[in-house]
């Protein structure tokens, strides 16, 4: 199984890739995960992409399709894997399709997880983060047992600088502008298909394994 989720930054893609990878035993390969650890540890990547991600702005394709080819390249990506928000634009789908082809690998679906606008900034906006243990919770759906302290480790919460409301709304417009004809491309090569994001997760879950079973996949 060799899938490609897309979708939105705060549609639920990165919740159902971890489901999707636990219960088919198959990496999953989140770039922004990878990015955010660079972040942290203040590599020169790292400060590269923080600048851009702080600004809503997607980091250099050079820079996220090296990364994956990277990962791509490990012995446990060989019987299939799991690409989370990535590719990102048309051209980091053409250097995909290169970098599957020189190792014998095709994708067999494209997912597309669509939700509102507003709904999406209202998820986004109101998401806090550990940034000790990495723990994430939301204000309204998900808070934690005492306002601003983590759960898990006790530790104060944050906001993300890309959570914030004006940051969220940049990020979409940048999604919207160079991400979504992704869609386009994907759809001309009858490799897409789409997945309500609505809902509870459990209830986006149950769709997308109808999905991927509807396509001999699961």
């Keep these: 199984m060799r899938l490609?989720?897309?979708?939105?930054?705060?549609?639920g893609k990165g919740t159902q890739a971890e489901r999707i990878?636990?219960?088919?035993?198959?990496?999953?390969?989140?770039?922004?995960?990878?990015?955010?650890?660079?972040?942290?540890?203040?590599?020169?990547?790292?400060?590269?992409?923080?600048?851009?991600?702080?600004?809503?702005?997607?980091?250099?394709?050079?820079v996220v399709v090296g990364i994956v080819k990277e990962k791509l390249a490990e012995p446990s990506c060989a019987g299939g894997f799991l690409l989370d928000g990535f590719p990102r634009t048309v051209k980091q789908a053409e250097e995909l399709a290169v970098v599957l082809k020189t190792q014998g690998q095709r994708l067999d679906q494209v997912?597309?997880?669509t939700v509102s606008r507003e709904e999406v900034v209202r998820r986004l906006s109101g998401r806090?983060?550990?940034?000790?243990?990495?723990?994430v919770f939301h204000v309204d759906s998900a808070p934690p047992k005492?306002?601003?302290?983590?759960?898990?480790?006790?530790?104060?919460?944050?906001?993300?600088?890309?959570?914030?409301?004006?940051?969220?709304?940049?990020?979409?417009?940048?999604?919207?502008?160079?991400?979504?004809?992704?869609?386009?491309?994907?759809?001309?090569?009858d490799a897409l298909s789409e997945v309500d994001g609505s809902g509870s997760i459990d209830e986006v879950h149950a769709r997308l394994l109808d999905l991927l079973a509807a396509r001999g996949l699961a």
């Design 146 to 189: 005492q306002a601003g302290i983590c759960d898990r480790c006790g530790a104060g919460l944050v906001q993300r600088n890309d959570d914030r409301k004006e940051t969220v709304e940049a990020r979409l417009s940048v999604y919207e502008e160079q991400t979504a004809p992704l869609i386009a491309y994907y759809r001309q090569r």
């Design 4 to 11: 490609v989720f897309l979708g939105a930054p705060g549609v």
């Design 111 to 113: 997912v597309n997880f």
């Design 21 to 62: 990878a636990a219960r088919f035993r198959h990496p999953k390969i989140s770039t922004g995960d990878i990015l955010r650890e660079a972040v942290r540890n203040q590599t020169s990547l790292g400060l590269e992409a923080k600048a851009c991600m702080d600004q809503g702005k997607l980091v250099p394709d050079a």
């Design 128 to 135: 806090r983060s550990c940034p000790k243990c990495g723990a």
